[in-house]
């Protein structure tokens, strides 16, 4: 990924992050309410964004292995 895209990415990254809230907060405040596949951030620092985790058998790996514990 080139350097212009990369600040790209974090610009619009910021700029969804000023309008929703973080997961951990949306789990918090309305926990029934199920994820439709929209937007989320995690401000956790512990969280893998998985789309772009660079090694596709770890990302099996790991996908295999939330998939296990649900």
């Known amino acids: 990924m080139e350097l212009s895209q990369k600040r790209q990415k974090q610009n619009d990254d910021r700029f969804w992050q000023r309008l929703i809230l973080p997961e951990e907060d949306r789990r918090r405040l309305h926990p029934a309410t199920p994820w439709t596949g929209s937007y989320r951030w995690f401000r956790s620092a512990n969280v893998i964004d998985l789309w772009s ?11 295999a292995a939330l998939s296990r514990k649900g």
Request: zero cysteines; aromatic letters at 10%.
């Open 53 to 63: 985790y660079r090694n596709s058998t770890e990302k099996m790996r790991i996908r």
